[in-house]
Structures are given as C-alpha cells and as structure tokens.
C-alpha cells in the first residue's frame, strides 16, 4: 500500500524564493496535516484538514505561510518568501476518519534548506 | 500553554529493558500517544492510552496515569535497532485532531 507521499523529498532555495511542497495523503484517510520538524523546537503541527477544509491553522508562523487542499488526494504547502529560519523538515501526515482508529501515517518528508 | 517533557538522551544495553517518561501538563486531555523516529526517518506510531493503565503490544508497553499527567514507554529485550528518538504527545481537545509533541528521547543501545 502507497503511504503518504511527499515532494520534494529535498529542497535548497534562496532567501525570498517562493517554496511549495506537496503531498497526497493515503487513500480513504479524510484528515491531513502539515508538521514542521527542528531541533529547536521539534515536532509542530503548523495546519490540518478534514474533508478538504482546514480545521486548525493556530500553528502557522505567519502570512508568508499558506496550505491549501482542493481535493481530498493532494495538499500543498507553500512559503513566500522563504527565509533562512524556515529551515526544516516538513512532514505531511493523514489519517482515517473518526472512530477508524487513532493512527496518524507521516510521510517521508520534505528537507528545506533555505539559504 | 501546553508543555510536555522527557528526558533528552537515555542509553541502554541490548537485551535489557529501558522505561523512557513522559510528563504532561496541559489544557485538556484527549490522549496520548507515543511515536518512534529513527534518524533521518518519520514518525512512526507505537502506541495510544487514552485511559489510566497498562498497555502492551509485543516488546512495547505504554502506561497512563491521567491524575498524575504521566506515561512511561517500556522497551523489553532491547534489540541495536531500538535505537532511535522516542516522541511522546497529547490531544488535548476531543474533536481537534491536534497533537501537541514533546521534543523526545533519543535513546542510544549499546551492546
């Protein structure tokens, strides 16, 4: 079975450059999210969707930060412009629907460096 | 504001058993959940206690205590590939699906 599926597995951008990553979520999972991974500050979910629509977006550092879901197989995640402290790694996670158990599946992750 | 802790760093020796703690203080309490990560790897899931007590499932065990905002993560028989970061986290609100991650243990086997 596919897991969660990320892209770009890696990512090296300028300051100020515009960043998006993807990810398609496992099928029949209705619940995505969006974490960001340092090691300052660990894991923190920054956005998550249910059925396509975003529930809790408290985590998002800021406006230059947006995620979107126009379908239930494909999420992005976008930042502009980047900056050097965006540096992290980006893991997009998902879920089955409530009652179907308790198991968030993370995809691989999405390595940015921003320079 | 949420705050979850554990331990930075333990080491443990192969074959041997190794508790790894997790304290909680939080707004609410919906769960808590213990994920294992290997280095450059995701978050993959070990296991989930939403009431008091023990929770076994193979080589792992996790335990809860809701009055004391505490878990503990067993490790039996410990084998090279158990090394690797542990993550405690919490759901703090039933119907928010937020997990609120402790910074983890990176937990290091030696023969």
């Known amino acids: 079975d596919a897991g969660v599926i990320q892209s770009p597995r890696h990512e090296v951008t300028e300051m100020g450059q515009e960043v998006t990553l993807r990810c398609k979520p496992i099928s029949g999972h209705d619940y995505l999210f969006w974490y960001r991974q340092t090691m300052m500050r660990g894991l923190e979910l920054l956005i998550y969707?249910?059925?396509?629509?975003?529930?809790?977006d408290s985590g998002m550092p800021e406006d230059r930060f947006s995620a979107k879901m126009p379908n239930a197989s494909f999420s992005t995640l976008k930042i502009q412009p980047s900056e050097p402290r965006d540096s992290a790694v980006y893991f997009c996670?998902?879920?089955?629907?409530?009652?179907?158990?308790?198991?968030?599946?993370f995809g691989e992750g999405s390595w940015l460096t921003v320079v | 504001g949420q705050n979850i802790d554990q331990p930075t760093e333990m080491t443990a020796t192969e074959g041997a058993i190794v508790q790894i703690n997790c304290t909680y203080q939080?707004?609410?309490?919906?769960?808590l959940f213990w994920y294992q990560q290997h280095a450059g790897e995701a978050p993959t899931f070990l296991s989930y206690?939403?009431?008091?007590g023990l929770e076994e499932k193979g080589r792992f065990s996790s335990f809860l205590s809701r009055s004391k905002g505490y878990s503990y993560l067993l490790l039996k028989e410990l084998q090279m590939k158990d090394s690797a970061s542990y993550l405690c986290a919490v759901r703090t609100h039933f119907g928010n699906e937020k997990l609120t991650f402790g910074t983890g243990t990176r937990l290091t086997i030696i023969p």
């Open positions: 939080t707004s609410g309490f919906n769960g």
């Open positions: 996670a998902s879920r089955l629907p409530q009652g179907s158990g308790n198991t968030i599946y």
């Open positions: 969707f249910n059925n396509n629509v975003p529930i809790d």
């Open positions: 206690n939403v009431l008091d």
